[in-house]
């Protein structure tokens, strides 16, 4: 079974940084290109970034290239998206999902808040 869990999300102030974190597992994590995905209420998802499987091939929404970056670990089966100088547009529930383009399974989300 396809188990993704992603972890690390928080209310943080305009400027601030957090660092998600997606534990995967029932799947060949090194063999999967993988994306980070968020949605506001009321809106469709939004790919954020993603990840091609030897790690050396990144794509970001312009709106988040230069403060966010997509990285993995394939020996532990995790995905990260250290995300620094947030907006409160960046206010959404991320999800970490499997595959680019496109996403075949998400994650049950973390929500990210950035408030003042």
């Known amino acids: 079974e396809v188990q993704l869990v992603e972890s690390g999300g928080g209310i943080v102030q305009p400027g601030g940084s957090l660092r998600l974190s997606c534990a995967a597992s029932?799947?060949?994590?090194?063999?999967?290109?993988m994306s980070w995905v968020r949605q506001v209420p009321g809106k469709g998802p939004e790919r954020v970034s993603a990840?091609?499987?030897?790690?050396?091939?990144?794509w970001y929404k312009d709106s988040v290239k230069g403060r966010f970056t997509i990285s993995r670990d394939n020996s532990q089966n995790m995905l990260y998206l250290q995300m620094s100088s947030l907006k409160p547009e960046d206010t959404a529930l991320y999800y970490c999902?499997?595959?680019?383009?496109?996403?075949?399974?998400w994650g049950q989300g973390t929500q990210v808040t950035v408030s003042s």
């Open positions: 999902a499997r595959g680019a383009v496109p996403v075949d399974y």
């Open positions: 029932g799947f060949p994590f090194s063999t999967w290109d």
């Open positions: 990840i091609w499987i030897g790690s050396d091939m990144t």
